[in-house]
């Protein structure tokens, strides 16, 4: 049986670069993930982030740059049985059923889960003896899940595991996916799915045009990306110096009531209370990952459209 | 971490396909019993006619079987499984021989079957014969597994089961297989020569008459053969793994 990895070594992402002929997938990306966190890889298509997943799966080598997994390159990592992942392509093999795909992928691994367990954990078992060609998309998409789980591997990489599944497939796969990530594993998943990277992961790292333009807890992404807004009634002050006070981007006034749009709503909020104890009825609301995402992502769209077009 | 359960599911697969009793055993057969029972008597190349009927259908069942694996390595290809065994840790060169063992061990039920349809049309053979040219046919089929992995890494899924039928039929009009021999002397016998399925047809012939197996020339070229074609698989695979 192999070695399992220190508790001190995580995931480490250090310069990496990629090209697809003279498109840019990968430009210099950085990134470090400690055991146990669960992250969300989030961007809009072609931001890079299946080339950043198959990159740390040993599927696809960097042009630059260096990736430890534990400690190791990727497809040491991988072969030591550290490693299960989720593709975003399926893995239909003729002529097996479900239970023998995942009974075979089993083996291949040092010390693997009962396959019966991993079955049920992700429904897979109700439909155990299907063919794994004559699956539906939810069907697959729980076949390829339990396929990734049953190594019992220390870090689970995930390329939209949720692409193409209904509301209901979508929220038993996460609600799988927190009982194992609460089994101490590493986990990363790629998304453009907002709610989801809001939802179920520690963290969000947020990739365009193959650079991490933001990284934090959700709550953080959000305020970095602004779009907090302050409500108050204030009758005695003029646009131009609310304007004018830290972290505040645009001011607006509507009668008594007046409207600030926030870059830092904290500091703005601290001198606002300071230059007016009069105001009153304040109201800080947050903008929505929604709004932080096409804020932070804005420019990519060309680069975007590049890099799937290049892939393709 | 087992081996062989990776080789077992590759067998399972197989055997789980219809398509390869029909080209493997079913037309073989039926092809042998059509063609030989009306010419149980006749004799061909100075051996009898079912001997080398006999030998000729054993060895178009076992090409089928012999290029198998490279039907599957597209397959695979083509439905992600490749890359999905590449983030397991299974190493390509296990898969490799468990592709390559089951090849031969699919081989062997076509090798049974024509010998026994042989036996009951008259063919007689001391053991040590229908070992030697059991022997001499799995030797011979070494070309036709890489070709079947050439082709399995390089075609696309869909133009593949005609490639494959393609190669197999050309070698097989080339090597005498269809129960008769394109030339006896010249240019073309020469070219007939150069064809490992030639020699694996000659298989019968060798032990029963010569007694010493195959010549010089059928060993030389079904190394040549494999010498040439396992570098080309090479890169083939590796073309793959690079795409991928």
């Known amino acids: 049986m192999a070695t399992r990895p220190g508790p001190d070594g995580g995931i480490v992402l250090s310069h990496l670069s990629k090209s697809y002929g003279a498109v840019h997938a990968i430009r210099s990306l950085d990134l470090a993930i400690a055991p146990g966190e669960t992250v969300a890889l989030l961007g809009p298509n072609g931001a890079g982030k299946t080339t950043t997943i198959d990159m740390m799966l040993g599927l696809t080598r960097p042009d630059r740059g260096i990736i430890s997994v534990f400690g190791l390159p990727p497809a040491k990592a991988v072969q030591a049985g550290w490693v299960g992942g989720m593709l975003q392509t399926g893995s239909p093999l003729d002529h097996l059923r479900v239970r023998e795909l995942v009974a075979l992928t089993a083996s291949y691994y040092p010390a693997p889960l009962e396959v019966d367990d991993v079955l049920r954990l992700t429904g897979a078992d109700a439909f155990a003896g299907q063919w794994t060609t004559k699956l539906s998309g939810g069907q697959a998409q729980r076949v390829r899940f339990a396929a990734a789980l049953v190594g019992d591997p220390d870090l689970l990489l995930l390329d939209e595991p949720t692409a193409g599944i209904d509301v209901e497939g979508r929220r038993d796969f996460w609600q799988s996916m927190r009982d194992i990530a609460r089994q101490g594993k590493t986990v990363v998943f790629a998304t453009h799915y907002l709610e989801e990277a809001d939802a179920y992961a520690d963290r969000i790292v947020l990739i365009a045009r193959g650079e991490v333009v933001a990284d934090g807890p959700a709550t953080e992404i959000k305020a970095q990306a602004s779009s907090r807004t302050i409500r108050a009634t204030l009758p005695d002050a003029d646009t131009a110096t609310l304007r004018a006070l830290p972290g505040v981007r645009a001011a607006d006034r509507h009668g008594n009531a007046i409207i600030l749009s926030c870059s830092d709503a904290d500091s703005a909020l601290r001198a606002l209370l300071g230059a007016f104890p009069s105001i009153r009825d304040i109201e800080v609301s947050g903008g929505n990952l929604e709004e932080a995402f096409m804020e932070l992502t804005a420019e990519t769209s060309d680069a975007a459209v590049d890099v799937m077009e290049a892939r393709r | ?244």
């Open chain 2, 1 to 244: 971490m087992s081996r062989s359960t990776h080789f077992r599911y590759e067998v399972l697969r197989v055997l789980r396909n219809r398509v390869f009793y029909a080209v493997t055993l079913v037309l073989p057969i039926v092809l042998f019993f059509g063609v030989a029972s009306g010419q149980r008597h006749a004799t061909f190349n100075g051996t009898s006619f079912p001997l080398y009927f006999m030998t000729a259908m054993a060895v178009y069942g076992s090409m089928f079987a012999a290029v198998g694996p490279g039907a599957r390595i597209a397959r695979d290809i083509s439905g992600g499984w490749t890359r999905q065994l590449r983030i397991t840790p299974l190493r390509a060169p296990t898969d490799l021989a468990a592709k390559v063992a089951s090849a031969y061990l699919l081989a062997l039920p076509t090798l049974v079957l024509l010998f026994l349809a042989g036996a009951l049309l008259g063919v007689r053979l001391a053991a040590s014969q229908w070992l030697e040219m059991t022997g001499l046919i799995l030797v011979g089929l070494v070309p036709f597994v890489v070709i079947g992995f050439v082709v399995g890494y390089l075609m696309p899924i869909d133009t593949l089961t005609p490639a494959l039928g393609g190669i197999v039929g050309l070698f097989s009009l080339f090597g005498g297989v269809y129960g008769f021999e394109l030339a006896k002397s010249g240019p073309m016998f020469d070219v007939m020569k150069a064809l490992p399925s030639y020699w694996l047809v000659q298989a019968g012939r060798s032990v029963a008459v010569g007694g010493g197996g195959w010549p010089g020339q059928a060993w030389l070229v079904i190394a040549i053969w494999s010498v040439v074609l396992v570098p080309i698989a090479g890169l083939a695979y590796r073309r793959n793994a690079a795409r991928a």
